[in-house]
């Protein structure tokens, strides 16, 4: 009980505004006034601080025992532990890499790895390679997440018990995680979802204190809480790409609070609302993306090595990695120097040879019958071509460097004919101009084989660069960019790729390199007597940030790939198929990622009576109806709703995506549906909810040690769910954990959909 004291010295309670948690100020009122309780003495028992402790401690103790169980078997890569083992090796290495996700949680890796002794030399190529053969440390690296992911059970009952939940529903929200089969064969290997989950976990703690904390605003624990959701929050987002999800919800959660606190009529003034905005932009805002860019930062700090994602990036950003082929190779370009280009996305030549384009094409659209040019993916003396200034060099010897926005032109070898473009339809696609070649000596057409040179990124002066030096080649007269796409001519050009020119001039697939400067003056050179810069450039943060989030997006929707084992948002609440994560032929071993099946089944009934409820009360209230007392709706619409917000946030905005989706993308809403199904199995239990109390007239809130009566039945009814999940728990465990071998009959009968694609099945089934 505080003191008197202790009471006076708090800012005292709004009577206006809504309780988001219920039993969020811990004593007061209790000091003046003492509810009795009708709850079971057992119950109560639960609920003192030495009993919850001691739960909380057995869960805990469960938590490793089940993620820890085995965890060197298999010895084996599992899954994609090919990527994420791979990326901890890079980092050892300090090679860069390219990868969708953000690089906190494989950095994590990265450090585990090296705090175990990997040398960083395994490359986990392929599922199935052994660990042990190669001297791998693996079980210091998967120590990892198992350890996280145990963590997260303890973060699971407090979120539960900040909310104003008792020892007993807390308990069942954290055995829904704890026993189940996904949750627990995600986190015992080298992948980067129990990472996410546990930091997601932390972030929904850190702000339920927060928001427990408004009655005592801008205080020094309120700021803590605030900076700790933040900095939590960068965490998740920093450790998977869908940790977005986990921003966007306290995003949405913030949005309704401020909302609430704009309300003038609970009087608060827009000085008010604005200090509260500013608080929450500084921590919310300010402060996660601080700690979002501290993990590029160390990201590009460590990768400093050219490495196998240096074809992802921009010339710029290789040439600031040590040992990279532009670094190495890349040379300025002069004028008379005979080249070979390659375009960037195809990577095939510009060829052309002495076949000319046919009279007519199969739809009867007649062409120049010019000299083909053609994309070509072999290196041939047709790919070589000559650049030719158009105007006057006043620099004797090897010719002027060529610059960006110098008009060229570009003389093939082997047939001594100048590249040409012109207003006729190419061959495949009616509204691109072919593009030919022409006599170099007849000068009739001298402004049609005129092209402008267009670096990218270039600025005024810059000089042209083999390797390094992307650029487009654009048409003067009709401002056309040469451009290919993969589909092949027809046999008369010998199905190779056309070219053509693109009416978009700056269409970014339209982007071509030179590969290598065959010659000076006609005779081959050796690049290595040439001076190359070996020192690597600079390159500022922001713009390596910049450019590597562009492509983080752009590759992750570009997902879309089939694969065996992708499966539909709709079908993952539901189970309707898992993930084979590895096989044994041999003994006939295998690990097959699927969930709980008691465990996930109780999670949807819940949210559809939760939904239910919800539903009839609004229906009730439109008649004037008051069903649910305002203290109980005031836990189902804040505490409770907050957890279908996590769960919505985190689930629904899948169903938009149209990238490579597994049931492992639901993890974080199904912890989310834990919590509400313990939210919603204490209103089915309980006869009374935290009644309200009040004091001169007042009302006010209840301690947090007074929890809803849920009566003997309470603990009876949690700990039957607690021994049903784990026992299915064991029964689903050898497909868990990979141990031991089944023969075709045991793995029918763990098949509890016929949509499980599990492996050595019997075939009569």
């Not at 693996?138 to 020892?167: D, F, N, Q």
């Not at 960068?234 to 959660?253: E, F, H, Q, Y």
């Not at 752009?554 to 694969?563: F, K, M, V």
Request: net charge neutral; glycine share 6%; with cysteine.
């Amino acid at each position: 009980m505080a003191s008197p004291g202790k009471i006076r010295n708090r800012k005292p309670f709004s009577t206006t505004r809504s309780d988001s948690y219920d039993q969020d100020d811990e004593d007061h009122v209790h000091a003046v006034y003492q509810r009795p309780t009708a709850r079971s003495a057992f119950e109560q028992a639960l609920d003192t601080p030495k009993a919850s402790a001691a739960v909380v401690g057995v869960l805990t103790a469960l938590a490793f025992a089940l993620r820890f169980y085995k965890i060197n078997h298999p010895d084996q890569v599992v899954f994609d532990e090919v990527h994420f083992g791979k990326f901890a090796s890079y980092y050892i290495l300090r090679q860069y890499y390219f990868d969708v996700h953000p690089p906190f949680a494989k950095l994590l890796f990265g450090l585990a790895g090296w705090f175990v002794g990997f040398d960083g030399h395994f490359t986990f190529d392929n599922i199935g390679d052994s660990y042990t053969e190669n001297h791998v440390p693996y079980v210091g690296m998967r120590a990892l997440p198992a350890i996280l992911g145990s963590l997260t059970i303890p973060i699971v009952y407090a979120i539960m018990k900040e909310t104003g939940h008792s020892t007993v529903i807390a308990a069942f929200s954290a055995c829904i995680v704890l026993f189940d089969n996904a949750h627990v064969a995600q986190s015992r290997l080298i992948l980067l979802d129990a990472t996410l989950i546990f930091f997601m976990s932390l972030t929904i703690y850190s702000y339920i204190r927060f928001r427990k904390l408004r009655y005592w605003e801008f205080s020094v624990e309120w700021w803590s809480w605030l900076i700790a959701t933040g900095f939590f929050m960068a965490c998740a987002w920093g450790s998977k790409v869908n940790g977005i999800l986990t921003v966007l919800t306290i995003g949405v959660a913030v949005l309704i609070d401020l909302w609430d606190i704009l309300d003038i009529k609970k009087g608060h003034t827009l000085e008010h609302f604005w200090k509260h905005f500013l608080a929450r932009a500084l921590g919310l805002i300010v402060v996660p993306f601080i700690i979002y860019l501290s993990f590029f930062y160390v990201h590009f700090a460590v990768l400093t090595y050219s490495g196998p994602g240096d074809s992802f990036m921009s010339p710029a950003f290789q040439e600031t990695l040590i040992g990279n082929e532009l670094l190495m190779h890349s040379q300025e370009l002069h004028y008379y120097d005979v080249i070979t280009m390659k375009h960037r996305d195809t990577k095939v030549f510009l060829h052309s040879h002495p076949d000319r384009y046919p009279l007519q094409y199969d739809d009867g659209r007649i062409s120049s019958q010019g000299q083909q040019v053609t994309g070509y993916g072999y290196e041939d003396a047709n790919n070589h071509w000559q650049i030719i200034p158009t105007k006057a060099l006043p620099e004797a010897g090897r010719g002027r460097v060529v610059q960006h926005e110098d008009t060229i032109q570009l003389l093939h070898m082997n047939t001594q004919t100048l590249l040409l473009t012109h207003d006729v339809a190419s061959p495949l696609m009616p509204t691109n101009q072919e593009f030919t070649t022409w006599p170099k000596d007849d000068h009739s057409r001298h402004n049609d084989t005129l092209f402008y040179l267009d670096l990218i990124d270039g600025n005024a002066g810059d000089a042209w660069k083999s390797k390094s030096g992307h650029f487009r080649l654009i048409h003067v007269p009709t401002k056309v960019s040469m451009w290919t796409h993969t589909k092949q001519l027809p046999e008369w050009a010998f199905k190779q790729q056309e070219i053509n020119g693109n009416k978009n001039a700056m269409e970014k697939s339209a982007t071509w390199y030179v590969d290598e400067i065959v010659s000076t003056d006609g005779n081959n050179i050796d690049l290595a007597e040439i001076n190359t810069p070996n020192e690597p450039k600079k390159l500022g943060f922001f713009r390596k940030f910049g450019e590597l989030q562009l492509l983080m997006l752009q590759h992750n929707a570009g997902l879309t790939a089939s694969h065996p084992y992708a499966s539909s948002p709709i079908n993952w609440p539901f189970l309707i198929s898992g993930i084979s994560f590895w096989t044994e032929n041999d003994t006939q071993k295998q690990i097959y990622l699927i969930g709980n099946a008691v465990g996930w089944a109780i999670c949807v009934i819940f949210i559809a009576i939760y939904v239910g409820i919800i539903g009839a009360d609004v229906v009730a209230r439109r008649r004037d109806i008051e069903a649910i007392p305002e203290h109980i709706r005031n836990r189902l619409w804040n505490s409770a709703g907050f957890f279908l917000l996590i769960w919505a946030v985190h689930y629904l905005p899948f169903f938009l995506m149209s990238r490579q989706l597994f049931i492992h993308h639901y993890l974080p809403s199904h912890l989310a549906s834990a919590l509400l199904a313990g939210s919603v199995l204490n209103f089915i239990l309980s006869d009374t909810i935290n009644f309200p109390i009040s004091v001169a007239g007042r009302r006010t809130h209840m301690r947090p040690s007074e929890f809803a009566d849920l009566g003997a039945k309470g603990p009876v009814v949690v700990g039957v769910f607690a021994v049903i999940m784990f026992a299915v728990f064991v029964f689903m465990a050898p497909l868990t954990f990979g141990t031991p071998g089944l023969d075709g009959d045991a793995v029918n009968s763990k098949r509890l959909l016929s949509s499980w694609t599990l492996h050595f099945a019997a075939k009569n089934t």
